[in-house]
């Protein structure tokens, strides 16, 4: 779903451009939908869905669906179909409070935060936490804090997680410091857990 300038992409466009994906070459795919944000669309997201699972039925491939959120448009009735269609979800949450309302906000500046994560709590509880997934944003001025930000994710129960460096923002030396700084942090976190028989 593509919300850019305010466009959908239409039902017509999915499924030709979901032909042109399963059709082609190798047996195992994985699909993304993001947007904008694909549950203000449900019931195309829904059309989607069931249109790429089954064609991926018939042409015997093995299909993976993950649809990525914000997080604050989720209901019961949505986490539902995901959880019956066997579908993964993957919230763009990007850390602690602040870090998380910085860009992240709603009407008015509200803050998003107690919204995404009583709905990250209702995914688990819904999907299982094997198939719920982060996306952690991570911008100039919050790469020195970023495994600070990972760790809190990693406490919420999160064990898919995804680092997405913005881009078209302009990054100083000292911002990239922090970031390599901090994935030093992150690599040395993995390691022992590893070790540990804990895997993220």
């Avoid at 449900?42 to 069931?50: M, N, P, S």
């Avoid at 790429?52 to 448009?73: D, F, P, Q, R, Y």
């Avoid at 911008?139 to 970023?146: D, G, L, Y």
Wanted: hydrophobic share 40%; net charge positive; glycine share 8%.
């Amino acid at each position: 779903i593509d919300n850019t300038a305010s466009k959908t992409l239409s039902t017509a466009r999915a499924k030709t451009a979901i032909d042109l994906f399963l059709g082609s070459p190798g047996n195992n795919k994985s699909l993304y939908l993001y947007g904008g944000e694909p549950f203000l669309h449900f019931r195309e997201l829904k059309g989607a869905v069931v249109y790429a699972s089954k064609l991926a039925e018939s042409l015997k491939k093995n299909l993976a669906i993950l649809v990525s959120t914000g997080g604050t448009c989720l209901s019961e009735e949505k986490l539902f179909f995901l959880r019956d269609a066997g579908v993964g979800l993957c919230f763009s949450l990007d850390g602690k409070p602040g870090t998380q309302n910085k860009y992240r906000y709603l009407k008015g500046g509200k803050s998003s935060f107690d919204l995404v994560i009583k709905n990250v709590e209702l995914a688990f509880r819904t999907l299982g936490v094997a198939r719920v997934g982060v996306s952690q944003g991570v911008h100039p001025w919050t790469a020195s804090v970023m495994f600070e930000n990972y760790r809190f994710l990693v406490s919420l129960g999160f064990q898919n997680t995804n680092l997405e460096i913005i881009q078209g923002v302009p990054w100083s030396p000292q911002n990239k410091s922090h970031l390599a700084a901090n994935l030093r942090r992150q690599n040395d976190f993995l390691l022992i857990n590893i070790e540990r028989k804990r895997f993220y």
